[in-house]
């Protein structure tokens, strides 16, 4: 069945420097999704892509889809401590019904 | 806007006793509704979801079941928990704004000892 990879696992950074977070799928996605939780928290919605090589942007967060639609990337730019937390990307493949998620990167900023 | 309301926040049972967590969403009508299980430190891993009334498909088989007896309401139980069953259990509906977005509730946090 379809998978979904996240690398790193965990990631710590001095706040004000940059974070990329990656996602992998075995199979081609026909969308991504990307979440945050909060320590102690429930995921939120953070944004969908759904076009081969679609970037978008939230403030310091850049999302990218990649070409062959197999994997996405999020980058935030000058981590703020307000960052922390664990992100995951969710993908849904062209046969799937429901959204796969990824492991998670878990994000810890040091101010 | 909606809202989800889980219940109970946080549950200690002992191995063998039964379980019941409930989920109530609002603000919505006949949404997909969800189950997911967080282990510790871990990813989200789909239990149940529901399209409907009493229309429910199970992702993995295990010691759980659920039920859907209202339009808004999500129930996941288990007649005798097992250590594993531990984790945050996270109730989900399908988003107003955007086709396929989740919006989870709050979660609720199952120690078996």
């Known amino acids: 069945g379809q998978q979904v990879m996240q690398i790193p696992q965990y990631q710590h950074v001095q706040e004000g420097e940059d974070f990329t977070t990656y996602c992998n799928s075995s199979?081609?996605?026909?969308?991504i999704q990307w979440y945050k939780q909060r320590p102690g928290g429930h995921p939120v919605f953070l944004i969908q892509l759904v076009k081969s090589g679609e970037v978008k942007k939230q403030k310091r967060l850049t999302f990218q889809f990649g070409e062959a639609k197999k994997n996405s990337s999020l980058h935030i730019t000058a981590t703020q401590t307000t960052d922390v937390g664990t992100y995951f990307c969710?993908?849904?493949?062209?046969?799937?019904?429901?959204?796969?998620f990824g492991p998670g990167t878990r994000l810890s900023v040091l101010p | 806007s909606q809202t989800i309301h889980q219940w109970p926040a946080t549950l200690v049972q002992p191995v063998g006793s039964p379980l019941s967590l409930e989920c109530t969403v609002e603000?919505?009508?006949?949404?997909?509704l969800y189950w997911y299980r967080q282990a510790a430190g871990r990813g989200l891993q789909l239990l149940f979801y529901?399209?409907?009334?009493?229309?429910i498909s199970s992702e993995v088989p295990q010691n759980l079941s659920a039920s859907r007896p209202q339009d808004r309401q999500f129930i996941l139980s288990s007649k005798k928990l097992l250590l594993s069953d531990s984790g945050f259990y996270l109730c989900?509906?399908?988003?107003?704004?955007?086709?396929?977005?989740?919006?989870f509730g709050e979660g609720s946090r199952l120690t078996v000892l």
């Open positions: 989900a509906c399908t988003g107003l704004i955007i086709a396929g977005e989740l919006f």
């Open positions: 529901s399209v409907g009334i009493g229309q």
């Open positions: 199979t081609t996605l026909s969308n």
């Open positions: 603000g919505t009508s006949n949404p997909n």
């Open positions: 969710a993908g849904l493949d062209n046969y799937g019904q429901n959204f796969v």
